[in-house]
């Protein structure tokens, strides 16, 4: 199954920040997700992240707090905006493989103080 | 995509077979059955996927009900190292609109006993 590389692994970082966290592939894949997963919690979908179009947010999440780019078929990213204490989560992407499932990255621990 | 419903935790024996259930009695006739896990502060890890037949992989066997409703996700021989929350996951495959996305519910916490 496809790798993928996620980074930073872990940051810390000052409420009012933002932080972009990367997400590479190593083949081209169609669709790519990005999740959040709060502390003790399930993984909760914020996004679609769409070659060549905007990505399509679920419910609670929007553009401007989670701004995502998705330049081309292996590459994504996530921005968390003007970040607050309940921020801190464990972000994650993922990517499609069609049949075989997803592919997971193993994540982006973010602490807000 | 459909809800599943699975029992929050279990614990099982090392070297035993682990039997994880899971419930999906509103599971679509395009629904698939994914499994994932995820260990310890890891991303989530595909394990098997079936639409009506029975499947198995090396890592596990996937048994679904005639009916389609429910379905059993089976370790043949638990070790430590299958600790982990079990997700049990109904999708639609091949649906644009449904946009091929995964949705997690609480999952199994599976803790692997000496």
Redesign the interface.
């Given at each position: 199954?496809a790798v993928?590389s996620q980074k930073p692994s872990r940051d810390i970082c000052q409420r009012g920040t933002s932080l972009t966290i990367q997400c590479q592939v190593d083949s081209q894949v169609t669709?790519m997700?990005w999740?959040r997963q709060q502390p003790g919690q399930?993984?909760?979908?914020i996004a679609?992240a769409n070659q060549g179009s905007e990505a399509?947010y679920e419910s609670g999440f929007v553009i401007d707090k989670f701004p995502i780019s998705r330049p081309n078929l292996t590459f994504s990213t996530l921005t968390v905006s003007n970040m607050s204490p309940e921020d801190s989560s464990i972000y994650?992407c993922?990517a499609?493989r069609?049949?075989?499932?997803?592919?997971?990255?193993?994540?982006t621990r973010l602490t807000v103080v | 995509d459909a809800k599943t419903t699975q029992p929050p935790s279990m614990d099982c024996a090392e070297g035993r077979a682990a039997n994880l259930p899971c419930n999906h009695s509103t599971i679509s006739g395009n629904e698939y059955v994914y499994w994932y896990r995820q260990i310890h502060s890891q991303g989530p890890q595909y394990i098997i996927h079936g639409l009506k037949n029975n499947e198995t992989n090396e890592m596990a066997s996937l048994i679904i009900t005639e009916d389609r409703k429910s379905s059993t996700l089976i370790l043949p021989h638990a070790t430590l190292r299958d600790t982990a929350v079990y997700y049990c996951i109904v999708r639609a495959v091949g649906i644009k609109a449904a946009g091929n996305k995964l949705t997690f519910g609480g999952g199994t916490r599976v803790l692997v006993k000496p």
């Amino acid at each position: 199954s496809a790798v993928i590389s996620q980074k930073p692994s872990r940051d810390i970082c000052q409420r009012g920040t933002s932080l972009t966290i990367q997400c590479q592939v190593d083949s081209q894949v169609t669709m790519m997700f990005w999740y959040r997963q709060q502390p003790g919690q399930s993984l909760t979908l914020i996004a679609t992240a769409n070659q060549g179009s905007e990505a399509t947010y679920e419910s609670g999440f929007v553009i401007d707090k989670f701004p995502i780019s998705r330049p081309n078929l292996t590459f994504s990213t996530l921005t968390v905006s003007n970040m607050s204490p309940e921020d801190s989560s464990i972000y994650l992407c993922s990517a499609d493989r069609s049949n075989y499932g997803y592919t997971f990255g193993s994540g982006t621990r973010l602490t807000v103080v | 995509d459909a809800k599943t419903t699975q029992p929050p935790s279990m614990d099982c024996a090392e070297g035993r077979a682990a039997n994880l259930p899971c419930n999906h009695s509103t599971i679509s006739g395009n629904e698939y059955v994914y499994w994932y896990r995820q260990i310890h502060s890891q991303g989530p890890q595909y394990i098997i996927h079936g639409l009506k037949n029975n499947e198995t992989n090396e890592m596990a066997s996937l048994i679904i009900t005639e009916d389609r409703k429910s379905s059993t996700l089976i370790l043949p021989h638990a070790t430590l190292r299958d600790t982990a929350v079990y997700y049990c996951i109904v999708r639609a495959v091949g649906i644009k609109a449904a946009g091929n996305k995964l949705t997690f519910g609480g999952g199994t916490r599976v803790l692997v006993k000496p």
